[in-house]
């Protein structure tokens, strides 16, 4: 048996925070001397004090927490929890990053006002018609990670295979909206597909006889430098972006070591 303040150190939970435990019920102490009013906990006490403290890292309320041990939840479903939100901290971790990254390069490209040349990095290029299996989402450049990740855990084996070159990204703006954007992520296929699985949707994306491209190596999905070079070329050489039709951006990993993808925005165009 431990006394309150070796079992705080042995836990690394505070004596506040123990005595707390006590006052609720949620972590009584083994034994309580009435002459001193010493409490005492014993060492399998450790592992109810984990349990506890893992449903609170998991997001529950105390009042929660003590229904859960009134419930004897077993270890397999504790695991599936924790996996929840182990996915909504990468989410986190992710879109942080983004927001890092985003924040890095306005910042360099404030330093190059005035100073932007275009010309040697864009190109005018043709698409061919290509099939298109995709799902709608709605969000922004943060959210494309984590979208494709759900988008390729539900990829079947034969649809995998049909899979060609790069992730695509279509945007549209939506209406009445500021802070979002309709996305269409996927990818081209190799083979005609008759029907899409589910959840998936399937279409032919038009021929396009002029994109205006650039491409660049990033390690973040947005890269606002490289818009800023493609909007001033298009303005430069006096042609007009194409009303309703989504600019397109395809995205390559690179190897991991490098942490990073080439990225290649595709905007169509049509002479004045």
Request: contains cysteine.
């Amino acid at each position: 048996m431990f006394k309150i303040s070796a079992f705080s150190r042995l836990s690394r939970v505070s004596l506040k925070t123990l005595r707390y435990y006590d006052q609720i019920g949620i972590l009584k102490p083994r034994k309580v001397d009435h002459d001193t009013g010493y409490r005492y906990y014993s060492a399998d006490q450790l592992l109810e004090l984990n349990r506890i403290l893992i449903y609170k890292e998991l997001g529950f309320t105390l009042p929660q927490i003590t229904q859960l041990l009134q419930e004897h939840i077993t270890l397999e479903n504790i695991q599936g929890m924790f996996q929840l939100k182990k996915s909504e901290i990468q989410q986190i971790i992710d879109t942080e990053q983004a927001r890092l990254v985003r924040i890095e390069e306005r910042l360099q490209l404030m330093e190059e006002e005035g100073h932007i040349e275009t010309g040697q990095e864009i190109r005018i290029k043709e698409e061919s018609a290509r099939q298109f299996l995709f799902q709608t989402r709605y969000g922004g450049d943060e959210d494309i990670p984590s979208l494709f990740r759900h988008f390729d855990q539900s990829l079947t084996k034969e649809i995998r295979q049909m899979i060609q070159g790069p992730q695509v990204v279509l945007w549209r703006e939506i209406l009445g909206q500021e802070e979002k954007f309709e996305l269409e992520i996927g990818y081209f296929l190799t083979c005609e597909l008759q029907l899409p699985p589910y959840p998936f949707q399937l279409r032919t994306l038009p021929a396009e006889p002029m994109m205006a491209t650039i491409a660049y190596r990033s390690n973040a999905t947005f890269a606002c430098k490289a818009c800023v070079h493609l909007a001033t070329w298009i303005e430069k050489n006096n042609y007009q972006i194409k009303e309703n039709e989504a600019g397109r951006e395809l995205y390559l990993p690179l190897s991991q070591e490098q942490d990073a993808q080439f990225i290649e925005i595709q905007i169509p165009i049509l002479n004045r």
